[in-house]
């Protein structure tokens, strides 16, 4: 189980499948940009695939009505990485 779920205090027990399936991606592809963006020199259409698919995992989460507990890894994800903060300022 990844571990952004498990301090988010939400049961897994909780989700049916492909609810779980998908918060699970949408975690593995926030921490991949987290990777990605501390390295020098990764390219920027590298991100911008992740990040793509991000937004397309987001919203299977809000078709699966588990919108609110995606939200909640997005946000908590961009409070813990500097990054982010510097790729909405420049969007």
Same mark, same amino acid.
């Given at each position: 189980?990844?571990?952004?779920?498990?301090?988010?205090?939400?049961?897994?027990?909780?989700?049916?499948?492909?609810?779980?399936?998908?918060?699970?991606?949408?975690?593995?592809?926030?921490?991949?940009?987290?990777?990605?963006? $501390?390295?020098?020199?990764? &390219?920027?259409?590298?991100?911008?695939?992740?990040?793509? =698919?991000?937004? +397309? *995992?987001?919203?299977?989460?809000?078709?699966?009505?588990?919108?609110?507990? $995606?939200?909640?890894?997005? &946000?908590?994800?961009?409070?813990?990485?500097?990054?982010? =903060?510097?790729? +909405? *300022?420049?969007?």
């Amino acid at each position: 189980m990844d571990r952004s779920l498990r301090r988010s205090g939400s049961s897994t027990d909780r989700y049916s499948p492909p609810q779980l399936f998908f918060l699970l991606r949408l975690s593995r592809l926030l921490r991949l940009k987290r990777q990605y963006s $501390a390295m020098p020199h990764t &390219e920027k259409y590298l991100l911008e695939m992740i990040n793509k =698919a991000m937004y +397309s *995992t987001f919203l299977d989460c809000c078709a699966l009505e588990v919108g609110d507990d $995606a939200r909640e890894l997005v &946000e908590r994800n961009s409070s813990q990485d500097p990054a982010s =903060a510097h790729d +909405s *300022t420049n969007s």
